[in-house]
């Protein structure tokens, strides 16, 4: 493995309540990670980790350590606009901002000082679309508001908006799940084409998109990691019994 990011003995309270205890995982460079579990045993809290989304929780507090190559994204000296801009995050629902299709994409570069001008400024919106997978529905419409979009196309265009600040991991937290099964497979065709570039960690209720899209899954229940391995192994042959019992729908 090529550890991207590095989490050891994360904890994660909500006010007095504990909701993620003594998690570690490491995510690889060239694969894409899946995180799996029923609704609520934390899967989500803890992807908000890895890019400080939890900051903006007033009663949340972070423990443990996580590293991005090596560097404590926790540490005092740590720029948190730009460990965002390094590990982008894209949501649960699509949430292009109300502004043309072109400025969805450009802000990032051009808040972080990306391009030099406006012809530097649209090649790397024309590279984002591209890499999202949209340059070919969007190109004659780049004026337009990118909320006018299908849905599907919405969660291509938050693709783009991360890839665009040129980041090294993306968090998806169930991209899908608002999706029909076209878009659906459009974004898992994305991910695979986006596997290798960025290191990818999703989070997804979907046991069938888990086993599609990932080379490691992360199974969570009540707030703990219960097994992380090969996502083949993982479905197959699981080492816990909680696991197996997941997989087989006995709950969730």
Not at 94 to 104: A, D, L, M, T
Not at 194 to 200: N, Q
Request: charge should be neutral; proline fraction near 4%; include cysteine.
């Amino acid at each position: 493995m090529t550890i991207k990011m590095s989490a050891k003995n994360v904890n994660v309270f909500y006010g007095t309540k504990q909701a993620i205890t003594d998690v570690s995982i490491d995510v690889d460079q060239d694969e894409v990670t899946a995180f799996i579990g029923p609704s609520g045993c934390g899967k989500s809290t803890f992807l908000r980790t890895l890019n400080r989304m939890n900051d903006t929780v007033a009663s949340a507090k972070v423990t443990g350590d996580i590293r991005l190559d090596g560097e404590d994204i926790y540490a005092p000296s740590m720029d948190v606009v730009q460990l965002r801009a390094r590990v982008g995050m894209v949501f649960q629902k699509p949430n292009p901002f109300p502004k043309s299709i072109f400025e969805n994409v450009a802000y990032g570069p051009r808040i972080h000082g990306l391009a030099a001008n406006k012809t530097d400024l649209a090649e790397v919106v024309e590279k984002s679309l591209k890499r999202a997978g949209l340059w070919e529905e969007v190109k004659d419409r780049l004026s337009e508001s990118g909320t006018a979009l299908s849905g599907g196309q919405q969660q291509r265009l938050c693709i783009a908006r991360a890839i665009a600040v040129d980041p090294e991991v993306i968090l998806m937290d169930e991209p899908c799940s608002a999706l029909d099964p076209i878009a659906t497979a459009r974004i898992e065709e994305l991910i695979h084409e986006l596997k290798g570039r960025y290191a990818i960690v999703i989070v997804t209720h979907n046991m069938q998109q888990a086993a599609r899209v990932s080379q490691r899954t992360a199974f969570f229940h009540l707030g703990t990691l219960v097994e992380y391995g090969n996502t083949s192994d993982i479905f197959t042959n699981p080492r816990q019994e909680r696991t197996k019992d997941y997989i087989t729908g006995r709950y969730g």
